[in-house]
């Protein structure tokens, strides 16, 4: 069992920068791939970016390559989302999810979800 809790959302001007942080509980953390993914009012779930257990490789939304990095500190059970030069297209709710082994971008192959994080970026 994992227990995921995000932080870090809050309102930015466009252009503006936030980080996202998701804290995992359990000490098996590093066994989990681990997915942000994002939900705008009345659109279905959208993959952002995930991360493979060790770090090693990480993929991207076309939406945001380039302007998001997603990072994991395996000792702090903790997972990033640095998020640059935001648009207001970016404003959602952003989750943070864990599965095991290996990353995925469809939200239905995750088993862990974190209760989100507001993000809004005004224009």
């Known amino acids: 069992q994992v227990q995921l809790v995000e932080s870090g959302g809050g309102l930015v001007q466009a252009g503006g920068s936030l980080r996202l942080s998701c804290a995992a509980s359990?000490?098996?953390?590093?066994?989990?791939?681990m997915g942000w993914f994002r939900q705008a009012p009345g659109k279905e779930r959208q993959f952002v970016a995930g991360?493979?257990?060790?770090?090693?490789?990480?993929i991207y939304a076309d939406s945001v390559k380039g302007r998001f990095t997603i990072s994991r500190d395996n000792a702090k059970n903790t997972v990033y989302l640095q998020m640059n030069s935001l648009k207001p297209e970016d404003t959602a709710v952003y989750y943070c999810?864990?599965?095991?082994?290996?990353?995925?971008?469809?939200?239905?192959?995750?088993?862990?979800w974190g209760q989100g994080t507001q993000v809004t970026v005004s224009s």
């Open positions: 359990g000490r098996t953390f590093s066994l989990y791939a």
């Open positions: 991360i493979a257990r060790s770090d090693s490789a990480s």
């Open positions: 999810a864990a599965r095991l082994f290996s990353t995925r971008i469809n939200h239905d192959e995750y088993d862990y």
